[in-house]
């Protein structure tokens, strides 16, 4: 059991669908971040909070929605995706941005 | 922006010693981080380097070279368990990471 907790770990949805991840650390860190990990590509940095604001937006397609309503909860809403957007969506926290970051178990998204 | 370069696929011998390499190009560097990426699983902290040379922790070491833009992992001792995926991520502000190697390790 790691201090970062992902919820849903599955989930199935058709295109026409809105759904949330949630993620919640219990480490007491400042920062958090959204990544997508698609087969045969790297990591992919989508968001950075630092202190509940939005620090870092790496062109994401804004049917990615994120919130960040305390340092503690990181959500994405997701709405109106594509087939091409399934993947594993991985929440990560650290003390501060750049620091070592401690990864949540994903969520393996399936969109149909 | 920022270019990393690992070998996609590795093969060693249970018991053996494996080097993995990592290049990179990128403007602003602030350290370098190896992850553990077991299939399925989450990536997991293994080593940060910031300062040139050799970080050495247990069977597992990394170094750093910043003005070759070069880092490399090595697992000593390698077991069963070290079947996994290598990512090497390099520190801007946040983390950017290569595609990682995939590393099989046979008996």
């Known amino acids: 059991e790691t201090g970062v907790t992902q919820t849903p770990r599955h989930l199935v949805m058709g295109m026409t669908n809105k759904k949330s991840l949630k993620c919640e650390q219990h480490l007491g860190h400042n920062a958090m971040y959204w990544y997508k990990q698609s087969a045969k590509k790297p990591l992919e940095l989508m968001f950075v909070y630092s202190l509940e604001e939005r620090v870092e937006n790496n062109s994401v397609p804004s049917r990615f929605s994120p919130e960040c309503p305390n340092s503690s909860h990181l959500f994405l809403h997701l709405h109106t995706l594509q087939p091409e957007d399934s993947a594993l969506y991985l929440c990560?926290?650290?003390?501060?941005?750049?620091?070592?970051?401690?990864f949540g178990p994903g969520t393996r998204l399936t969109v149909l | 922006g920022q270019n990393i370069d690992q070998p996609t696929e590795m093969t060693a011998t249970e018991g053996a010693i494996v080097q993995i390499n990592c290049t990179y190009q990128?403007?602003?560097?602030?350290?370098l981080f190896w992850y553990q990426q077991h299939a399925g699983e989450a990536p997991t902290f293994l080593s940060y380097n910031v300062l040139d040379g050799l970080e050495e922790k247990g069977r597992f070491s990394s170094f750093l070279s910043r003005s070759k833009g070069y880092s490399y992992l090595l697992l000593k001792e390698l077991q069963m368990k070290d079947s996994a995926s290598y990512l090497c991520?390099?520190?801007?502000?946040?983390?950017?990471f290569g595609k990682g190697t995939s590393l099989l390790v046979t008996p």
């Open positions: 991520a390099v520190r801007k502000y946040a983390l950017n």
């Open positions: 990128t403007s602003g560097f602030n350290g």
């Open positions: 990560a926290s650290s003390l501060m941005p750049g620091n070592e970051q401690f």
